[in-house]
């Protein structure tokens, strides 16, 4: 580590980070890149509804203090000339104007400096995807104005580049490094199956056909929290209401404060995320760190996870999740495994994602080794 930072300050570099809202995904892999000495710019200029905050996140945070925020166009112009140069890097989590205004996209191409886009999944599972995909080789790849590399958010989202005629050297995994809140998680018992969902209750998260597969499975030895709020939420409700099993085994916690989620992993043995389609699925990484294994749809990019820990379940039907689901109400996960999930877990988080980040920019603008994932490292 010692060595790294040494080499760091031979080099100048600005890192700008191109974002819609003040988000835990980036924020603060974002703060701790600035141990490496690097000029970290974190910018919202296009800012919209941040949805994190229905969630109970509400960043407020002495660590991500030392970042350079710049939250409107007029304070960008005034350091035009710091971060419109040849030696910084820009990062977006997109490409569409809300997250970078196009005429910032053609600045960063004149100035000859890099462009990485962090890239989640897309979505291929509506008649949409054709028109998606015409869109993206447009952009990507027909583009004047296109990225010079790309970090893919889910082996899903590198194979859509590939398909998109992407160089794979120009294509580099990479994750949502998250703060590790969870790591500390301490565990009661319970003879009951205990479930647990966050997110936004809105129909993509498909939370009414989890409660009809419990109605289904007809097991009464099962507790499910669900946290969050949205359209949904009175739909889940009545469906409660209706059924005198789910009424006494399913709580609407509704919002929870970030900081709080770890008491609730505390009493969970399985986290589900049903969504039809999630670009990742950062709570998935949350429930990871605290030593929880995941049941997760097909459709969300943070299946990977499953394929890293070999714990937890990836489903692809409705009767494969209720045949996992009555797995896991018959087989709980032991305490070697949970301590499993919470020593991979740390490896998304942001002080070991802000390392790897480090040396894949000096990989990329200073032509050192390649470095490997956090999570291809034993």
């Not at 997250?99 to 949409?128: A, R, V």
């Not at 018992?189 to 007809?218: A, M, P, T, Y």
């Not at 494969?320 to 495994?337: G, P, Q, V």
């Amino acid at each position: 580590m010692l060595i790294i930072y040494l080499v760091s300050l031979l080099y100048s570099m600005n890192v700008v980070f191109w974002q819609p809202v003040k988000s835990p995904h980036v924020l603060y892999l974002a703060s701790h890149l600035r141990h490496y000495d690097l000029n970290v710019y974190y910018v919202v200029v296009n800012k919209k509804e941040d949805s994190h905050k229905n969630l109970g996140w509400d960043v407020i945070d002495e660590e991500i203090n030392n970042l350079k925020f710049i939250f409107n166009e007029i304070d960008l112009n005034e350091i035009d000339d710091d971060i419109f140069n040849p030696s910084t890097i820009h990062i977006t989590s997109g490409m569409n104007s809300n997250i970078i205004p196009s005429k910032y996209i053609k600045k960063i191409k004149k100035s000859s400096g890099i462009w990485i886009f962090m890239c989640e999944k897309f979505k291929t599972n509506d008649f949409l995807s054709f028109f998606r995909y015409l869109n993206y080789f447009i952009k990507l790849k027909i583009s004047r104005n296109k990225p010079d590399y790309f970090f893919s958010i889910s082996s899903d989202a590198f194979k859509y580049l590939k398909n998109l005629f992407i160089n794979p050297k120009l294509i580099f995994p990479f994750a949502y490094f998250i703060k590790n809140n969870f790591s500390n998680t301490v565990f009661s018992n319970s003879n009951d199956l205990r479930i647990l969902f966050i997110g936004n209750l809105i129909k993509r998260k498909n939370i009414i056909q989890v409660l009809k597969i419990l109605k289904e499975i007809n097991n009464p030895h099962f507790k499910f929290n669900i946290i969050g709020n949205g359209k949904e939420y009175n739909n889940i409700k009545n469906l409660i209401e209706k059924s005198s099993l789910l009424k006494a085994n399913v709580t609407l916690v509704g919002t929870v404060d970030n900081i709080l989620l770890s008491q609730h992993f505390s009493n969970t043995d399985l986290f589900i995320l049903p969504s039809s389609f999630d670009g990742w699925g950062v709570v998935a990484t949350e429930s990871i760190m605290s030593g929880v294994p995941v049941l997760i749809s097909k459709n969300c990019g943070a299946k990977d996870l499953i394929d890293i820990t070999k714990v937890g379940s990836i489903y692809n039907t409705y009767n494969d999740m209720l045949l996992n689901m009555k797995y896991y109400m018959m087989n709980k996960i032991e305490e070697k495994d949970r301590n499993y999930l919470k020593k991979i877990g740390n490896k998304f988080s942001s002080e070991n994602g802000a390392f790897y980040l480090f040396n894949l920019l000096m990989h990329i603008k200073h032509n050192k080794n390649k470095p490997a994932a956090p999570w291809e490292i034993d």
